[in-house]
Structures are given as structure tokens and as C-alpha cells.
């Protein structure tokens, strides 16, 4: 069976934040400044952090790897997720970590965050079994 997955390209701004972030990660000593205290992420999950004023803070090798990243042409893949047993979905869910569940065979069949049965599947393959389902 088929599923589709969501590519999307990400923003400049957005592999900026999303470098500063991952390599400042490990460095206790940085304090990451974020846009609004009180929403730290944004719909996608990215780290809603200024970019100027952390940047200029980083050493010179960090700058240059941020850079880097920034200037490669970066994909998000994510899918949507619905439960067959009991119709809960997640939408916008990163595929890099389900298809690290998944065992390849047919389609990613998760457990249920709702219910906890192993029947939360791929949206499109929710929609192909459920055909006469609104
Ligand atoms: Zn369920």
C-alpha cells in the first residue's frame, strides 16, 4: 500500500535557528535567547530563537558550521498519523523518527497514543481502509 509523506523546504531563517540551536546544544554555558519566553517552538516544532543576537555570540568555527547549514537546501519530511481503532490522528509528525520505528513491511504501524492498540498507521492508508468512512 501507499503513503505520502509532506516535503518541505525549509526557510533560511528557519536553518539558521534550527543550526544555532542543535550547535549550541551541548554548550551549558550558552544561553539560547528565544523571541518569547512563554512559546519557545513554533508549529513545527522548530526553536523560536532570535538568530542575530545569538549568532554573534558564537565562536567563529560554530559561526561557519551554522552557516553552512543555512546555505544547504534542507527538506522537513513529516506525515500524518490516525488511529484504525479509535480514529485519533497527529498531524505534521517527523518521518526521520517513524520510519526509524518501522520494520519497512508495508506501511509504519505505531502504538496508539490515545489507545495504545498498534494500529496507528499512515493518514493515507487510514483513509484507503476506511473508504466507505466519513
Ligand atoms: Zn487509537
Redesign the pocket.
Known sequence: MNFNTNKRLLTYDEKMRRAIFYYTFNDYDFNLIYEDENNLSDNYGQPLIKIKENFDRLDDETKALVLEFANREIYDETIDLK?L????EELNQDYEEIEEMWDGIDYPKLY?P????G??VPLDIWKQKNKYKR
Open positions: 488511529c481503532n479509535c480514529d485519533y496508539c490515545k489507545c495504545g492498540k494500529k496507528f
